[in-house]
């Protein structure tokens, strides 16, 4: 059974950091794509950052220069290393993995999600 799950949200004030993990289980994870997305409430669940097999990586326009994706195949875990962080970053934030070799942006397009983690950015 796949399995992921996020930990690392919380509250921090405007300009402050924060790292999400993405403990994997279940699935070789080292094959595959694996991406960040994020949520707001009553809102589609919009790309954050992905990284594929080989280290290639891909950020929103939103979030290039203060959000840094990486991977740790040896302990099956993903981590967004997120700074200068604003108000405007507050959401509910998802890893998932995709099947796809290459980094594709589209949430239809990933077939394992974990739980969610709420991020909130204060002014």
């Known amino acids: 059974q796949v399995q992921l799950i996020e930990s690392g949200g919380g509250l921090v004030q405007a300009g402050g950091s924060l790292r999400l993990s993405c403990a994997a289980a279940?699935?070789?994870?080292?094959?595959?794509?694996m991406g960040w997305f994020r949520q707001a409430p009553g809102k589609e669940r919009t790309f954050v950052a992905a990284?594929?097999?080989?280290?290639?990586?891909k950020y929103a326009d939103s979030v290039k220069g203060r959000f840094t994706i990486s991977r740790d195949n040896a302990k099956d875990t993903m981590y967004l290393q997120m700074n200068s962080l604003k108000p405007d970053d507050t959401y509910v934030y998802y890893c998932?993995?995709?099947?796809?070799?290459?980094?594709?942006?589209?949430?239809?397009?990933?077939?394992?999600w974990g739980q969610g983690t709420q991020v909130t950015v204060s002014s």
């Open positions: 990284i594929n097999w080989s280290g290639g990586i």
């Open positions: 279940g699935r070789d994870f080292s094959v595959y794509t």
């Open positions: 998932a993995t995709s099947a796809y070799r290459v980094i594709t942006t589209t949430p239809q397009n990933y077939d394992y």
